[in-house]
């Protein structure tokens, strides 16, 4: 059973920082790309990062470049660094993972299988 837990989300001021984990059991981590989403409310899922298997390759959404890092470790997990927080930041935070392994991290939510429970960032001004 795969099984996906995020922790690390909390109530931060604007500017301000938090780190984001993800564990994953239930697959070879190692096999795997991985993706972060959010979700606001009343706002669709929306594509925040992801990282390859292979950890070479990440990608992220124009909101959050310059300020969010994501990185792996295939043994422990997947962080997501999230600096220069913004009140708009604010959202339910979910990782995520694909079908199969070594498949290419996409953008598209329905690409991914595999879901945490989230993890609740507010950012206040």
């Known amino acids: 059973q795969v099984q996906l837990e995020e922790s690390g989300g909390g109530l931060v001021q604007s500017g301000g920082s938090l780190r984001l984990s993800c564990s994953v059991s239930?697959?070879?981590?190692?096999?795997?790309?991985m993706a972060w989403f959010r979700q606001a409310p009343d706002k669709e899922r929306e594509f925040v990062a992801s990282?390859?298997?292979?950890?070479?390759?990440t990608e992220y959404a124009d909101f959050v470049k310059g300020r969010f890092t994501v990185s792996r470790d295939d043994v422990k997990g997947v962080w997501l660094q999230m600096d220069s927080l913004k009140p708009e930041d604010t959202a339910v935070y979910f990782c995520?993972?694909?079908?199969?392994?070594?498949?290419?991290?996409?953008?598209?939510?329905?690409?991914?299988?595999?879901w945490g429970q989230g993890t609740q960032v507010t950012v206040t001004t």
């Open positions: 990282i390859s298997w292979s950890g070479s390759t």
């Open positions: 995520a993972l694909p079908p199969s392994a070594y498949s290419a991290h996409e953008r598209d939510p329905s690409s991914y299988t595999y």
């Open positions: 239930g697959r070879a981590l190692v096999e795997y790309s």
